[in-house]
């Protein structure tokens, strides 16, 4: 008898580690657009991922795939539901980093494992070893000394944790591959995103497009950056247990603490510094865990 999980795979753990590289270092991009508000700045992401990902769909011939899941009620819906949510959570993001909140931002995405952790074990019936239990425990620990600190941003931090673990646990469900289920999500967000486009060209500062190539070019950009790290994500989630890619994902807020103390050079208390060292030490655990449990050949 052995409480080992199933064999970790390779193509997802790979992809994983690549999304939330990017995202951590997102908010040091995130600099070069802070003078276009949030919902536009959204909205022109929006709209330069989705030709990006049809080029993708087209070179890797996946057009197919692509209308069998539009025509899919089912899979449309739950799409639609994930593309809301990672809509919100693009917007809440942007305008936390824009405004300074960077702490705000990284604790969001520290307190989004442990929703990983519950929506896992409670709704996909995943199980924990006994070490796994331990990183949990640590994690909690960490986040709740942090939230004792940040009561008036808590908001940007429940919001970015809730609506992440939910968009991703939709995706693992929906039976559409990566890359046509981003595109789907796109074309879904296209309309809003057109319309806050058009709506920001219509003020007196006009569109932060038409403003200069420079930062044209700076805004097209982020269809690069949304698009890749979000195929990455959509394709770990489908081959991981989700418990681990909740504790993978302790990556990203970590550089993007770094960033907040040395780019940003934002005030470190003692609160947030011992939440810090409680988080790394949950992932130090989980990790080792993983690394035994791969060398440890399953009881039959």
Known sequence: MSDAAPTTDRTGLGAAFGAYFIWGFLPLYLILVKSVPAFEFVGWRIIWTLPLCLLI??????????????????????????????????????WAIQTGEVYAASLGYYINPLVNVLLGTLLLGEKLTRRQWV???????????LLGGALTTLWISLTLALSFGTYGLIRKQVPVGSLPGLT?????????????????????AGSAFAQSTGLSLTIMLGGALTAFPLLLFAIAARKLPYSTLGFIQFLAPSIVFILGLTVFEKELHPAELACFACIWAAAGIFVWDLVARSRTPAAS
């Open 184 to 204: 789907i999500e796109s074309i879904l967000l296209l309309v809003p995103a057109a319309a806050t486009a058009w709506y920001y060209a219509q003020t007196p």
């Open 57 to 94: 769909v087209a070179f890797r011939k996946q057009g197919a795939e692509l209308r069998a899941a539009l025509a899919d009620r089912k899979a449309m819906a739950l799409l639609a539901l994930s593309a809301t949510l990672i809509a919100v959570n693009w917007v809440v993001y942007v």
């Open 135 to 145: 990183a949990v425990g640590l994690a909690a620990l960490g986040v709740s000394l």
